[in-house]
């Protein structure tokens, strides 16, 4: 599976936006990008997912670089409540494709 | 509401008595999967199932069993639990199989402590 890296950390004043970048340069073809997050005590949530073209939905936007090896989750204004930590996870069609690898994800404080 | 339902949420247990953490979603999904979650390690996956009667090892299948019987449940079996499966643990589902474009949904999750 292609890997993804992201920072460890980041911090966000509260109401500011947030961008949480991803790399994956060795991302191939058919992998979709998936994010998603885990709030304190909790399950991990889904974000949202794109392939090739940016994508918006309620809670945030994926922006896809052209060349595909990066991509950047935005939190339009953080709030206290979108603390938690970001997973961004590749999937690709094969077989096991539902699964999901977890890396260590990027932890978001937001501060008051 | 769609949901996927872990019980129980928390568990003492001592070593070797047998237990089980039942899962349930209500989407008819095919697609379900336990994961642990312990401090550094992250979330590594114990076993998943693609469909009834279908299922397979994940990266940390050790000490674990599964079953799926029904489309609704994926309950994780220890049959004799030890202190290092002490946990975290996470069940999920998601729509059809092998397809990378959909969602996961996961449960709330249990925690369960071997003495």
């Known amino acids: 599976d292609a890997k993804t890296t992201q920072p460890n950390s980041m911090e966000s004043n509260e109401e500011e936006p947030v961008h949480l970048p991803c790399n994956h340069s060795?991302?191939?073809?058919?992998?979709?990008i998936h994010w998603y997050r885990q709030l304190p005590s909790q399950g991990p949530e889904y974000v949202i997912h794109?392939?090739?073209s940016n994508v918006n939905n309620r809670m945030a936007s994926l922006a896809i670089a052209e060349d595909r090896k990066s991509s950047t989750l935005i939190l339009h204004r953080a709030t206290l409540r979108d603390a938690a930590v970001y997973y961004c996870?590749?999937?690709?069609?094969?077989?096991?494709?539902?699964?999901?690898?977890f890396g260590t994800g990027t932890r978001l404080t937001v501060i008051p | 509401e769609a949901q996927v339902t872990q019980n129980p949420r928390y568990l003492i247990t001592v070593t070797g008595k047998k237990l089980t953490v039942t899962c349930s979603q209500n989407m008819n999904h095919e697609y379900m999967s336990w994961y642990r979650q312990d401090p550094g390690l992250g979330l590594r996956q114990i076993y998943y199932?693609?469909?009834?009667?279908?299922?397979d090892k994940g990266d940390v299948p050790e000490g674990y069993k599964v079953s799926r019987k029904e489309k609704r449940n994926f309950p994780l079996i220890l049959e004799s639990p030890s202190p290092n499966q002490t946990s975290l643990y996470f069940c999920?589902?998601?729509?059809?199989?092998?397809?990378?474009?959909?969602?996961?949904?996961f449960g709330q999750g249990t925690r369960l402590t071997v003495v």
């Open positions: 060795t991302i191939s073809g058919t992998d979709y």
């Open positions: 199932s693609m469909n009834v009667e279908v299922t």
């Open positions: 999920a589902s998601s729509l059809g199989r092998n397809r990378p474009s959909t969602e996961a949904f």
């Open positions: 794109g392939l090739t």
């Open positions: 996870i590749l999937r690709a069609y094969q077989t096991g494709a539902n699964n999901l690898f």
